[in-house]
Structure formats: structure tokens, C-alpha cells
């Protein structure tokens, strides 16, 4: 049987689970990938810092580059963009294939590095860089490979779904939950890339590249995180027969694609409303074959390390009996529509001066700026930072986000309204 070397660059949280896996399992990957995988090393930041007992220490160094050009295969689990980029591209010239996590180097030198693979003629894999254990990446590059995508929207960061989670079920403070989530290996190295959506956002660009067969990077996405979202905005969800989700859009619509990440009110009955924890679950809707749901673990050591090792399965095939991973498409290049040009309905809370004639007030500035309403309701009066205020939650129709933007405005120099509390995305079933 022919060996193949497997050089794995990383050993945190995904490293070592799946240094392990490789130990334990080592026949069976032999048998499904018609290779005998060997791993050859271990490259780490401090070959001396204390490792979990699976993995064996003699394999450690902190040469990564002398690592990389010895092998057939290279697992890149360092994150970040740099070192991570120079290794993989490294990797290639020397003719390994490469299989990697890291959502945020794909989302921002991706076409750098599908090019240098196709023209080294090796692979590069991807299927934990998004939503973890879910085969997400190959159900859209391959499974509906027949089919033409229109939306794709889903919760795809499982440290924010673990944090609102916590923070509705067990009534933990946001920094409680965050703390727990980072305990638990769910989060980045830096978790300001999870709370403020920007994990969110790298898995959506990469979403909608394969979906829309259109190139889009993270800028391209319009994000907002978690942060502002408190416990009570979560009960008064709760009361009107709604969660908040972060949820990651890209949708296919006349004019080009939408690219969104942000907190959303979903309905209770709402498909994604029962996905918790670190779970995540991506919907998408085809045009032949309507909605399909993925559901599984988004974040931790051992789901993503059976991502990434579906990934090392098929690159050794393909070392023993040639052909290569799906290459980058991008023949749909559509544009990608600004977010002012987006369209959505939206829920405001408004803090408002409990007087005659401020429905009539409110209600004028929507019309004035062509946002229709299709509920308002009025809550007394809640003792906060704020202190006493009348509350209106009001829900629009279907708006253009400019439109928005410019009725917030004008609330927001009103003399009736003392504070626009938030604005958040609202999605139907
Ligand atoms: P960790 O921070 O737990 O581990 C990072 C590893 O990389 C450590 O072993 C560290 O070495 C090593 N490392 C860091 N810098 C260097 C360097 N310059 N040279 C060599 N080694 C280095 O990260 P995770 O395992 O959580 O994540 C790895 C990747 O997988 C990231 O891209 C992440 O986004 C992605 N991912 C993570 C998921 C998760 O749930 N954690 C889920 C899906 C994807 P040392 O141990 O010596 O510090
Ligand atoms: N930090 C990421 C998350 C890891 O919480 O989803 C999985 O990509």
C-alpha cells in the first residue's frame, strides 16, 4: 500500500483531536483512502508546552517549513492569515495537497490560493473551515452540483449560538456564556472574531462563492455582531413568539447577491429557532429542489476534526489513484449588491415620549421614507439603565435598507423619540 505523509501544522483544540483520530483510526482511514496515512510531524508555536497525552511528543517541532516540504499532504490548523498563508502556498509549490480550517485566510486570499493549487495541480480542501462537523462545502460544491442556488442562510458561528443560547435558557451574563464558550474550544484564539460576527461573516463569503459560483471576500459581507444584544431584548423576543439568532444571508435576487451577518428574530416554529448550543445549521433553498436543511456541531476539537479528516480521506485518494478535489468556479460573477441596495424587514424599539399624537409622529416618518409597517405594539414602561420610557416595537414590511437608514435618521433627530434602543433583521419561516 502506497504511504502517504501527512505533515499536520497546529496542535490546539482541532490539532490534536485530530492527531489522535489519525492514532487511533489509522487502519480505517487506510482502508477508505486506499493510503497508509503516516503522520510525519507536528508543527507548533512551543514544541515544549505541555500536549494532551494522544499525542505523541516526539513528532512536535517548531520548523514548520522543513515539515511542509517533505510532505504528500499538509493539515493547516494554525489559523490566522499569517503564517498560515506562506505555508500553505509553500505546501503547494512543493506539490503537497492542503486541507485547512481557517475560514478567515479563505475568506481573504481565497482566489490566491485556489489558483496556486490548480496550477500545482493539487487539492485544497476546506470542509471544517464552515460550520464545523456539518459537510456543508461538499453538499454545495458537489451534492447540488444540479442545481441552481437562490438563498443560503444559516447559523454558522457556534460561539454565538452558544452564547444566546446560555443567555435565554440558563439566564448566564453575556460574559459568562462567552467565558464558557472559550473553556469549551469553541471560540477563535481571538473571540472578537466570533462575537462581532466576523467568523460569521468568512464562513457566509465562503458560502456564497460556492453557491452563487461568484467570487465574494469578507468585505463584501455587511456584519454585525452580537454585542448589543441584551437579556432583555432576548425575553421580549421570547414574548413575542420569536428567538435572535446570528444568522449568516447570502441571497441570490434580481440586480445580484445579498451578503449579510447579523442578529435576527426568527419565529419559535422557524427551522433554525431549535438549534442550540454550539450547534449550527445551514438552510438552503435550490430552485428544483426547494429547502434543504444541514444540521450538526459547528465548533469543538473532535466535530471538526471529522471534517477535516473527510478532507485528508479524499486527498490521499487522490495521491494513490489520481484526479483532483473540485476546482474553483466562478463562471456566475454576480455583482454584489451594496447594503443599502438590500432588502429586508426589519423590528425597531423605539423609546419614545408618552404623549397624545406620537403614533401619528413615528408612523409619518416610516411613510415619508416609503417603509411600510406591519405591526406596532406599545409596552410601559421598563425600569432600566434608561430609566422610565414608553416602548414601541414596530416591524416593517419588506424594506430597502436605505430607506431604513434614512427613516432611523430622521427618528433619531425627532424631538418625540429619546432613543432608537435597536433595529434588528427580522426573518419569516
Ligand atoms: P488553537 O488556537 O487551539 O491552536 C492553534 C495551534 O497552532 C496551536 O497548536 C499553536 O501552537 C499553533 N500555532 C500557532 N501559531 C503558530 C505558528 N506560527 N507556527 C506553528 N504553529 C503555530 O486553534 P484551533 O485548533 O481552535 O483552530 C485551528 C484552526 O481551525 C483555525 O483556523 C480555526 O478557525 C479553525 N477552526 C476551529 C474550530 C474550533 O472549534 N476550534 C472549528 C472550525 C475551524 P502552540 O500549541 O504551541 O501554541
Ligand atoms: N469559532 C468558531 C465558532 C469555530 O464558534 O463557530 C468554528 O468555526
Known amino acids: 500500500m502506497k504511504e502517504v505523509k501527512v505533515a499536520l501544522l497546529g496542535c490546539g483544540t482541532v490539532g490534536t483531536q485530530v492527531a489522535r483520530l489519525l492514532g487511533e483510526q489509522a487502519e480505517e482511514f487506510a482502508a477508505r483512502s486506499g493510503a497508509k496515512l503516516s503522520l510525519v510531524g507536528i508543527a507548533v508555536r512551543d514544541a515544549s508546552a505541555p500536549r494532551d497525552p494522544a499525542i505523541d511528543t516526539a513528532l512536535l517541532t517548531e520548523d514548520a517549513e522543513s515539515l511542509v516540504d517533505d510532505a504528500d499532504i499538509v493539515i493547516e490548523l494554525i489559523g490566522g492569515i499569517e503564517p498560515a498563508r506562506a505555508h500553505i502556498l509553500r505546501a503547494f509549490a512543493a506539490g503537497a495537497s492542503v486541507v485547512t480550517g481557517n475560514k478567515a485566510l479563505l475568506a481573504a486570499h481565497g482566489p490566491e490560493l485556489y489558483e496556486a493549487a490548480a496550477e500545482a495541480d493539487v487539492d485544497l480542501y476546506y470542509e471544517a473551515a464552515v460550520a464545523g462537523a456539518i459537510p456543508v462545502v461538499y453538499g454545495l460544491r458537489e451534492s447540488l452540483a444540479g442545481d441552481r442556488i437562490t438563498q443560503v442562510l444559516g447559523i454558522v458561528n457556534g460561539t454565538t449560538n452558544y452564547i444566546l443560547d446560555e443567555m435565554t435558557v440558563a439566564g448566564l451574563s453575556f460574559d459568562e456564556a462567552l467565558a464558557q464558550a472559550q473553556e469549551l474550544g469553541y471560540a477563535e484564539a481571538d473571540p472578537t472574531a466570533d462575537v462581532d460576527g466576523l467568523d460569521a461573516a468568512a464562513k457566509c463569503a465562503i458560502l456564497a462563492s460556492l453557491a452563487f459560483h461568484t467570487r465574494v471576500a469578507l468585505d463584501d459581507v455587511h456584519v454585525h455582531g452580537i454585542r448589543e444584544i441584551a437579556a432583555e431584548d432576548i425575553k421580549a423576543a421570547a414574548a413575542s413568539g420569536h428567538v435572535i439568532k446570528l444568522l449568516a444571508n ?58 477535516v479528516l473527510s478532507d485528508v480521506v479524499a486527498a490521499a485518494a487522490h495521491k494513490v489513484s489520481g484526479g483532483h478535489a473540485p476546482r474553483e468556479l466562478i463562471y456566475g460573477a454576480l455583482p454584489i449588491l451594496p447594503p443599502a441596495e438590500t432588502i429586508a424587514r426589519f423590528q425597531l424599539e423605539l423609546a419614545v415620549e408618552d404623549k397624545i399624537g406620537v403614533l401619528t409622529e413615528v408612523s409619518g416618518v416610516f411613510a415619508k421614507h416609503g417603509v411600510s409597517i406591519s405591526a406596532v405594539a406599545q409596552n410601559y414602561v421598563r425600569s432600566d439603565k434608561r430609566g422610565e420610557t414608553c416602548r414601541l416595537t414596530v416591524t416593517t414590511h419588506e424594506a430597502l435598507r436605505r430607506d431604513l437608514e434614512a427613516t432611523l435618521a430622521e427618528l433619531e433627530a425627532s424631538s418625540f423619540v429619546a432613543e432608537v434602543v435597536h433595529v434588528i433583521r427580522v426573518e419569516e419561516n
Do not use: K
Open 250 to 307: 447570502a441571497r441570490r435576487r434580481e440586480g445580484g447577491i445579498e451578503l449579510s451577518v447579523g442578529p435576527t428574530l426568527i419565529p419559535v416554529d422557524h427551522p433554525l429557532a431549535t438549534v442550540h448550543g454550539s450547534f449550527n445549521a445551514v438552510v438552503i433553498e435550490a430552485e428544483a429542489a426547494d429547502r434543504l436543511m444541514f444540521y450538526g456541531r459547528g465548533a469543538g476539537g473532535a466535530p471538526t476534526a471529522s471534517a
